[in-house]
Each structure stands twice: as C-alpha cells, then as structure tokens.
C-alpha cells in the first residue's frame, strides 16, 4: 500500500537558518505532490504543489524539489523565522485522484 | 469570500450515538472532500463528493457517510460511534476544474466519551 513517511521527530532550529524537512514515499508514483502548513487547532494550508516533471518549485522563502528516482521531496525554508512555526504536512495525491494522503507531518520550530 | 466553513466548531457525544458534522466550501468550488485527522497524525481521507454523489472513499467502515446539497455544501453522518472516533474532522473543498490545492476549514473535534 502506499506509504509516506515524514521525520515524526521535531525539527528546532536557529532563526535565519534554513530549515529543511523531508518526505519519502513507497510503493507510489504520484503525478504531483502538495505541501501544508498546520497550525495547532486549524485546518491544513496549502503551500505549494510540484509535479513529477518539474524538479523545483519556489515561492518567496519556500523551495520544493521532488526526485521521482529517489522517491522524494525536499521541503525549505530560507532566512526561517520564528512566524515559520508550524507543522508541514507533505500530501500526495490519493490513489491518483483529486483527495490527498497525508504523511503525519514534521512539527518546525524555530527559536529567536 | 467567507472561505470553508464548518460546523459546530466542538462537539461531545457518547459511545453509540450518531453525529452529523456541516460544511460550506469556499465559493466556486464544487468538490468537498472530508477527513480525519487524529491527534498527531496527518489528515485521513475518508470520502469526497461531488455532483451531489460520492466519488471516492478511503478505508473507512459504512458508519461513515456522507451527502452533498445542490449548493455544494456537505454532511458527514458518524453512526455507532465509538472511542476511537474522537479526532478532528476537516472539510476540504476544491474546484474539479482547475488547480488541485484544496482549501480546508477550521475542523470540527468531536469527543466521544
């Protein structure tokens, strides 16, 4: 079954570093892939979305790579600070389709 | 524009009883997908509708059902719940012609006692 894994473990970095956070995925080819931000108590926002064809993305600080060999996606953020805050949600699409599968997040936090 | 609603905003139920949950998606989206997330988990997909029909569902039992209004707002119904129910549950709506980022709601936690 499909499978998509994201670091459960909290990422705590210094502001104005960049924060890095990771999503592999099994057992799954998907044509595109989503990124979230999640505050406590609130619903998922949307980011960014990259497809199979495109290596980068970026937007202001935020950069999205995907490397369909290593089954991958790469999730930065630049100059972080501590607004940045957030738990990242990577989501491909479920079974092809317009729903999402989402891996259990990585929880950022990013110290003044 | 208003974005995705959703209501109540909390809810606490006991064991076996039945829940309905509301949502009103974003203007011009037609598609409402519904999920469940559990605390410390991501988002579980659990069915999506569109033109008033479901069109997908992911691996939850028939206790879960839904129903979509010609203006595209949606229910979710829980019957029998149970314990494990407990979780927030946010609605999602999207436009089926256009880009596929989908737009969610502040969620509804419901509790079962």
């Known amino acids: 079954s499909q499978k998509i894994e994201q670091n459960s473990e909290a990422l705590n970095i210094q502001e104005g570093k960049t924060a890095t956070l990771t999503c592999n995925y099994t057992n799954y080819s998907p044509a595109y892939l989503q990124w979230y931000r999640q505050d406590p108590g609130r619903g998922p926002v949307f980011l960014l979305l990259?497809?199979?064809?495109?290596k980068e993305k970026r937007k202001e600080r935020l950069k999205v790579t995907f490397d369909t060999t290593l089954k991958q996606s790469l999730f930065h953020i630049t100059a972080s600070q501590p607004a940045d805050s957030a738990t990242y949600l990577c989501?491909?699409?479920?079974?092809?389709?317009?729903?999402?599968?989402f891996g259990s997040g990585t929880r950022l936090q990013v110290q003044p | 524009d208003a974005g995705v609603t959703q209501s109540p905003t909390h809810l606490i139920k006991t064991r076996g009883q039945q829940v309905t949950l509301r949502c009103s998606p974003k203007?011009?989206?037609?598609?409402v997908s519904w999920y469940q997330q559990a605390l410390g988990q991501g988002p579980q997909f659990i069915f999506q509708?569109?033109?008033?029909?479901?069109?997908q569902r992911g691996n939850f039992p028939d206790r879960f059902s839904g129903h979509q209004f010609p203006n595209y707002s949606s229910e979710l119904n829980v019957n029998a719940l149970l314990l494990g129910d407990s979780a927030l549950y946010l609605c999602?709506?999207?436009?089926?012609?256009?880009?596929?980022?989908?737009?969610f709601g502040p969620g509804t936690r419901l509790t079962v006692l």
């Open positions: 989501a491909p699409p479920h079974t092809g389709r317009r729903a999402l599968t």
């Open positions: 990259i497809r199979e064809n495109e």
């Open positions: 509708y569109y033109e008033e029909e479901e069109r």
């Open positions: 999602a709506s999207s436009a089926l012609a256009g880009a596929n980022e989908q737009f």
């Open positions: 203007s011009g989206h037609d598609t």
